[in-house]
Protein backbone atom coordinates (compact mmCIF):
# COMPACT_ATOMS: atom_id res chain seq x y z
CA UNK A 1 0.00 0.00 0.00
CA UNK A 2 1.54 3.17 -0.83
CA UNK A 3 1.28 5.98 1.27
CA UNK A 4 1.46 10.22 0.73
CA UNK A 5 4.50 11.67 3.18
CA UNK A 6 4.21 15.30 3.05
CA UNK A 7 7.16 15.38 4.70
CA UNK A 8 9.53 13.00 6.55
CA UNK A 9 12.52 13.19 9.14
CA UNK A 10 13.33 9.79 11.11
CA UNK A 11 15.14 12.92 13.02
CA UNK A 12 12.46 15.15 14.17
CA UNK A 13 12.23 18.64 11.96
CA UNK A 14 15.24 18.07 10.53
CA UNK A 15 15.16 20.27 7.27
CA UNK A 16 15.40 24.00 6.88
CA UNK A 17 12.40 25.03 5.82
CA UNK A 18 10.50 22.43 8.55
CA UNK A 19 13.23 24.09 11.46
CA UNK A 20 12.31 27.45 9.92
CA UNK A 21 8.47 26.49 10.89
CA UNK A 22 8.83 25.17 14.00
CA UNK A 23 10.82 28.05 15.09
CA UNK A 24 8.50 30.31 13.90
CA UNK A 25 5.78 28.06 15.31
CA UNK A 26 7.61 28.15 19.23
CA UNK A 27 9.14 31.22 19.16
CA UNK A 28 8.06 33.97 21.97
CA UNK A 29 5.14 31.29 23.10
CA UNK A 30 4.89 30.61 27.02
CA UNK A 31 3.54 27.59 28.24
CA UNK A 32 0.14 27.61 30.38
CA UNK A 33 -0.01 26.13 33.84
CA UNK A 34 -1.33 22.75 33.24
CA UNK A 35 -4.43 21.58 34.91
CA UNK A 36 -5.93 24.58 36.22
CA UNK A 37 -9.39 25.96 36.47
CA UNK A 38 -11.36 28.71 36.66
CA UNK A 39 -14.63 30.76 36.04
CA UNK A 40 -14.19 32.29 32.58
CA UNK A 41 -17.61 34.56 33.52
CA UNK A 42 -19.70 36.63 30.60
CA UNK A 43 -17.02 36.82 27.83
CA UNK A 44 -16.16 32.84 28.10
CA UNK A 45 -20.11 32.79 27.87
CA UNK A 46 -20.07 34.91 25.08
CA UNK A 47 -17.55 33.30 23.20
CA UNK A 48 -19.32 30.48 23.09
CA UNK A 49 -22.76 31.44 22.02
CA UNK A 50 -21.26 32.99 19.07
CA UNK A 51 -19.45 29.86 18.05
CA UNK A 52 -22.67 27.86 18.08
CA UNK A 53 -24.29 30.73 16.39
CA UNK A 54 -21.57 30.32 13.32
CA UNK A 55 -21.25 26.74 12.07
CA UNK A 56 -20.14 27.78 8.72
CA UNK A 57 -16.11 29.02 8.58
CA UNK A 58 -12.44 28.52 6.89
CA UNK A 59 -9.00 28.66 7.58
CA UNK A 60 -5.69 29.04 5.96
CA UNK A 61 -2.94 27.92 8.16
CA UNK A 62 0.06 24.85 8.48
CA UNK A 63 1.33 22.35 10.76
CA UNK A 64 3.59 20.26 12.25
CA UNK A 65 3.20 16.92 13.38
CA UNK A 66 5.83 14.83 15.50
CA UNK A 67 5.37 11.03 16.37
CA UNK A 68 8.35 9.42 17.83
CA UNK A 69 10.74 12.02 16.71
CA UNK A 70 9.21 11.40 13.13
CA UNK A 71 8.02 14.44 11.18
CA UNK A 72 5.56 16.02 8.55
CA UNK A 73 4.63 19.35 7.91
CA UNK A 74 2.23 20.94 5.49
CA UNK A 75 0.27 23.95 4.57
CA UNK A 76 -3.77 23.40 4.99
CA UNK A 77 -6.80 24.63 4.32
CA UNK A 78 -10.28 24.18 5.96
CA UNK A 79 -13.77 24.57 4.91
CA UNK A 80 -16.60 23.93 7.40
CA UNK A 81 -20.21 24.24 6.88
CA UNK A 82 -22.76 22.99 9.27
CA UNK A 83 -22.01 19.59 10.03
CA UNK A 84 -19.66 19.07 6.53
CA UNK A 85 -16.40 19.36 6.40
CA UNK A 86 -13.52 19.95 3.62
CA UNK A 87 -9.74 19.57 4.45
CA UNK A 88 -7.38 20.08 1.39
CA UNK A 89 -3.42 19.04 2.19
CA UNK A 90 -0.83 20.91 0.22
CA UNK A 91 2.53 19.89 0.31
CA UNK A 92 5.77 21.48 -1.01
CA UNK A 93 5.31 24.31 -3.61
CA UNK A 94 1.10 24.48 -2.73
CA UNK A 95 0.99 20.77 -5.05
CA UNK A 96 -2.66 19.41 -2.97
CA UNK A 97 -1.80 15.83 -2.34
CA UNK A 98 -5.11 14.85 -0.07
CA UNK A 99 -8.55 16.15 0.25
CA UNK A 100 -10.28 15.29 3.00
CA UNK A 101 -14.39 15.37 3.40
CA UNK A 102 -16.55 14.52 5.99
CA UNK A 103 -19.85 14.44 7.27
CA UNK A 104 -23.15 12.69 8.80
CA UNK A 105 -22.08 9.73 5.86
CA UNK A 106 -18.94 9.16 6.97
CA UNK A 107 -15.20 10.03 5.41
CA UNK A 108 -13.42 9.65 2.14
CA UNK A 109 -9.67 11.00 1.42
CA UNK A 110 -8.29 11.41 -2.01
CA UNK A 111 -4.59 11.57 -2.43
CA UNK A 112 -3.43 11.64 -5.79
CA UNK A 113 -2.84 8.97 -8.49
CA UNK A 114 -4.93 6.79 -6.07
CA UNK A 115 -8.74 5.29 -5.68
CA UNK A 116 -11.03 7.35 -3.40
CA UNK A 117 -10.97 5.88 -0.20
CA UNK A 118 -13.83 5.89 2.49
CA UNK A 119 -14.36 5.14 6.16
CA UNK A 120 -16.12 5.78 9.61
CA UNK A 121 -13.03 6.74 11.30
CA UNK A 122 -11.37 9.79 10.03
CA UNK A 123 -8.67 8.99 11.92
CA UNK A 124 -8.15 5.15 10.84
CA UNK A 125 -8.44 6.81 7.18
CA UNK A 126 -5.80 9.35 7.62
CA UNK A 127 -3.74 6.79 9.11
CA UNK A 128 -4.23 3.94 6.18
CA UNK A 129 -3.70 6.30 3.74
CA UNK A 130 -1.24 8.86 4.62
CA UNK A 131 0.75 6.85 7.24
CA UNK A 132 0.06 9.56 9.93
CA UNK A 133 -3.65 11.43 11.27
CA UNK A 134 -4.31 14.41 13.68
CA UNK A 135 -7.35 14.70 15.53
CA UNK A 136 -9.98 16.37 13.38
CA UNK A 137 -13.63 15.16 15.19
CA UNK A 138 -12.03 17.33 18.10
CA UNK A 139 -9.80 19.52 16.17
CA UNK A 140 -13.20 21.58 14.65
CA UNK A 141 -14.22 22.87 17.63
CA UNK A 142 -10.83 23.09 19.49
CA UNK A 143 -9.44 25.19 16.81
CA UNK A 144 -12.48 28.09 17.03
CA UNK A 145 -11.23 28.01 21.29
CA UNK A 146 -14.01 25.94 22.76
CA UNK A 147 -14.53 22.22 23.97
CA UNK A 148 -16.14 19.66 21.62
CA UNK A 149 -19.18 18.92 22.81
CA UNK A 150 -20.26 15.21 24.17
CA UNK A 151 -17.10 14.56 25.65
CA UNK A 152 -15.93 14.73 28.92
CA UNK A 153 -13.93 17.68 29.63
CA UNK A 154 -10.69 16.39 31.86
CA UNK A 155 -10.22 20.52 33.04
CA UNK A 156 -9.85 23.88 31.72
CA UNK A 157 -8.18 26.66 32.11
CA UNK A 158 -10.08 30.39 30.81
CA UNK A 159 -8.13 33.88 30.91
CA UNK A 160 -8.99 36.75 32.44
CA UNK A 161 -10.19 38.05 28.66
CA UNK A 162 -12.71 35.09 28.47
CA UNK A 163 -10.75 32.79 26.19
CA UNK A 164 -9.70 29.67 26.36
CA UNK A 165 -6.22 29.02 27.51
CA UNK A 166 -5.46 25.38 28.08
CA UNK A 167 -8.00 22.86 27.59
CA UNK A 168 -7.70 18.74 28.41
CA UNK A 169 -10.35 16.67 26.60
CA UNK A 170 -10.48 13.05 24.69
CA UNK A 171 -6.74 12.64 25.98
CA UNK A 172 -5.20 15.53 24.53
CA UNK A 173 -3.70 18.57 25.58
CA UNK A 174 -4.38 21.55 23.78
CA UNK A 175 -2.81 25.15 24.40
CA UNK A 176 -3.47 28.38 22.77
CA UNK A 177 -0.67 30.42 22.69
CA UNK A 178 -2.21 33.24 20.33
CA UNK A 179 -5.17 34.70 19.00
CA UNK A 180 -6.30 37.42 16.60
CA UNK A 181 -9.08 39.47 16.04
CA UNK A 182 -10.67 37.94 12.73
CA UNK A 183 -14.04 38.36 12.74
CA UNK A 184 -14.66 42.56 14.04
CA UNK A 185 -14.45 42.09 18.24
CA UNK A 186 -14.22 38.41 18.20
CA UNK A 187 -11.09 36.79 18.75
CA UNK A 188 -10.26 33.04 16.98
CA UNK A 189 -7.26 31.13 18.04
CA UNK A 190 -4.12 31.67 15.58
CA UNK A 191 -1.73 29.21 17.45
CA UNK A 192 -2.55 25.89 18.77
CA UNK A 193 -0.04 23.46 20.67
CA UNK A 194 -1.32 20.43 21.04
CA UNK A 195 0.21 16.91 22.59
CA UNK A 196 -0.97 12.79 23.17
CA UNK A 197 1.42 10.67 24.63
CA UNK A 198 4.49 10.70 21.80
CA UNK A 199 2.02 12.47 19.38
CA UNK A 200 3.00 16.37 19.30
CA UNK A 201 1.20 18.99 16.76
CA UNK A 202 1.66 22.52 16.36
CA UNK A 203 -1.02 24.40 14.50
CA UNK A 204 -0.25 27.67 13.13
CA UNK A 205 -3.99 30.05 11.53
CA UNK A 206 -2.78 32.27 8.96
CA UNK A 207 -6.20 33.40 8.18
CA UNK A 208 -9.81 33.01 8.82
CA UNK A 209 -12.71 33.43 7.02
CA UNK A 210 -16.98 33.10 6.59
CA UNK A 211 -17.32 29.60 4.28
CA UNK A 212 -20.22 30.58 1.62
Not at 30 to 49: C, F, I, K
Not at 78 to 102: C, H, K, M, N, S
Request: glycine share 14%; with cysteine; proline share 5%.
Amino acid sequence: MSRTILYSSRRGYGAGALLALCLAMLGGCAVAPPHLATDGGAAWQRHQAWVRAHPNWSLNGRFALNVDGRGWSASLRWLEQGTTYRIDIFGPFGRTVAQLEGGAQGVSLRTQNEPLRTADSVTALMQSALGWSFPVTGLRYWVRGVPAPGTPISSQRIGGSGRLSELNQDGWTIRYLGYNYAFGTRALPTHLRLSNGNVKLNLLVDRWGTAQ
